[in-house]
Each structure stands twice: as C-alpha cells, then as structure tokens.
T-cell receptor, first 117, second 114 residues
Framework: GAVVSQHPSRVICKSGTSVKIECRSL??????MFWYRQFPKKSLMLMAT?????????EQGVEKDKFLINHASLTLSTLTVTSAHPEDSSFYIC?????????????FGPGTRLTVT | GNSVTQMEGPVTLSEEAFLTINCTYT??????LFWYVQYPGEGLQLLLK?????DKGSNKGFEATYRKETTSFHLEKGSVQVSDSAVYFC?????????????FGIGTKLQVIP
C-alpha cells in the first residue's frame, strides 16, 4: 500500500523558536495532503489542507501565520510551527490520498510529537 | 456536514472476551467508512473499511458492517488479545464532505488485560 512518512518523529524545542515538520508520500504523488493535530485523549482535529503549488486551506480557528504550510512538490508538504509556545505541544499527523490508487482511503504518516519547553 | 459519534472509553476487557465498539455517523450521500487503530506512541493505521451499504470490512479478526438503515459501523472482535490494546477511531470520508476530507470520531481506548 501507499506509504507516508514524517520527519522528525519527535522534537523538543524552546519557547519562541520555530519548528519544521516534513510529510512525504514515498511511492505516490499527492496533490493534496492534510495536517491534523491530536490533543491528549482527544480525536484528530483537521488543521489545514495542503495544496501543491497553491496556498493551503485552513480550518476555522487555526492561525495561518502560526502554522505555515508549504506544499512545494507532489511528494512533500511541510508544516512550520512559528514562535512555538508550550500550548503548541501536541502530536501532529499528516495524511494524503493517492489519486491514482482508485480508493478513497487516506494514508497517514506516523506522526510527530512536538514538545515546547 | 459530516459527523461521527463513537462510544467513549476506556473499555477494559479480559483476554478472549468479545469486543464491540459502537459507531454511528451523519452524512448525506454515500460515504466510505473506516476504522483506524493507533497503538501507543504511533500514528494511525487503517484497520478496515467499507465503501457501500451492507459491505463488511474485516482484518485481523476485527469486523464491521456498513449499515445504512441505522447509519452505523460498529467494530467487533470475537476474542481480543492483549496486543489489541490501542485507541480505535471510527471515521468517514465522502458524502457531503467530499472524499478528500476525513471526519474522525473521538476515539475509544481499549485495554485488554491478561
């Protein structure tokens, strides 16, 4: 099946710094990728839809200047958490659908655990 | 819009017990339905899926049947193992939300004790 990877798997940063998380589709091209955030003991919350070659679409309540998304190629989307604060600590997961796969299935990355100290 | 409601956990069972995790959904049209599993410290893995009414998805002993009349997709397993301990998410895509967007339930934590 299709594989989505994320890097890094874990990152610890100091308050006020920025952190970049990468999401890659390894064996398919994804014109659209999705970024989710998972709070402890909660479900996944869709943050934004990343579109290759155009601006990301953010869900209501998500600060686009805080969470910068760049989808520079058909296999790579990046999420940059700018001026991170402890409340940004969370588990971030990306996903992508393989448009050539013939299914509606989304493939999820393994997630990135961000801790802001 | 689309929504998914699933039972809140945690659910604690003894090994070899029967498992049911309830899931109901709201969507227009004909969404695809999924169960995802998240093991501790890991991302989501697709467990099973069903794309049309009366389809039964199955994998690793887990089953779920797409019931359009009751808008349900309950997850069942006849005999759970300790290794099944994880969080299970019911989800859907399609319908009014389009196939690009996945709507998740809150997740149900399952703990299986020896």
């Amino acid at each position: 099946g299709a594989v989505v990877s994320q890097h890094p798997s874990r990152v610890i940063c100091k308050s006020g710094t920025s952190v970049k998380i990468e999401c890659r589709s390894l064996d398919f091209q994804a014109t659209t990728m999705f970024w989710y955030r998972q709070f402890p003991k909660k479900s996944l919350m869709l943050m934004a839809t990343s579109n290759e070659g155009s601006k990301a679409t953010y869900e209501q309540g998500v600060e686009k200047d805080k969470f910068l998304i760049n989808h520079a190629s058909l296999t790579l989307s990046t999420l940059t958490v700018t001026s991170a604060h402890p409340e940004d600590s969370s588990f971030y997961i990306c996903s992508a659908r393989d448009p050539g796969g013939g299914t509606t299935e989304q493939y999820f990355g393994p997630g990135t655990r961000l801790t802001v100290t | 819009g689309n929504s998914v409601t699933q039972m809140e956990g945690p659910v604690t069972l003894s090994e070899e017990a029967f498992l049911t995790i309830n899931c109901t959904y709201t969507a227009t049209g004909y969404p695809s339905l999924f169960w995802y599993v998240q093991y501790p410290g890991e991302g989501l893995q697709l467990l099973l899926k069903a794309t049309k009414a009366d389809d039964k998805g199955s994998n690793k002993g887990f089953e779920a049947t797409y019931r359009k009349e009751t808008t349900s997709f309950h997850l069942e397993k006849g005999s759970v193992q300790v290794s099944d301990s994880a969080v299970y998410f019911c989800a859907l895509s399609g319908g009014s939300g389009g196939y690009q967007k996945v709507t998740f339930g809150i997740g149900t934590k399952l703990q299986v004790i020896p």
